[in-house]
Nanobody, 119 residues
Framework: QVQLVESGGGLVQAGGSLRLSCAAS????????MGWFRQAPGKEREFVAA????????YSADFVKGRFTISRDNAKNTVYLQMNSLKPEDTAVYYC????????????WGQGTQVTVSS
């Protein structure tokens, strides 16, 4: 089973951009579908975006469409979340997740990376 480590979080002003990365260990990464979730203080974790095993299909929550893009590089065992036009309400801990079955049941999780958007 892969292990996931997120990076790229930080503090950014509203309207700015960040790119999150999620590096996976293990030789089976290319068979995993991957996703990004986030959890703001006092709120439940919510889905942000997902990508299938070969990057041919992506899915995203309505609130990030047109602003966030998920992608992956299987040669580098890495999945990315490019976040543009950030808003203060995007402030949250962002988690990378993987589905060993290649579906939408995520069974591997990273430790999370903090994204803070100032107004």
């Amino acid at each position: 089973q892969v292990q996931l480590v997120e990076s790229g979080g930080g503090l950014v002003q509203a309207g700015g951009s960040l790119r999150l990365s999620c590096a996976a260990s293990g030789r089976t990464f290319s068979s995993y579908s991957m996703g990004w979730f986030r959890q703001a203080p006092g709120k439940e974790r919510e889905f942000v975006a997902a990508i299938n095993h070969d990057g041919g299909r992506t899915y995203s929550a309505d609130f990030v469409k047109g602003r966030f893009t998920i992608s992956r590089d299987n040669a580098k065992n890495t999945v990315y979340l490019q976040m543009n036009s950030l808003k203060p309400e995007d402030t949250a801990v962002y988690y990378c997740a993987g589905s060993s079955r290649g579906g939408d049941e995520f069974d591997v999780w990273g430790q999370g990376t903090q994204v803070t958007v100032s107004s």
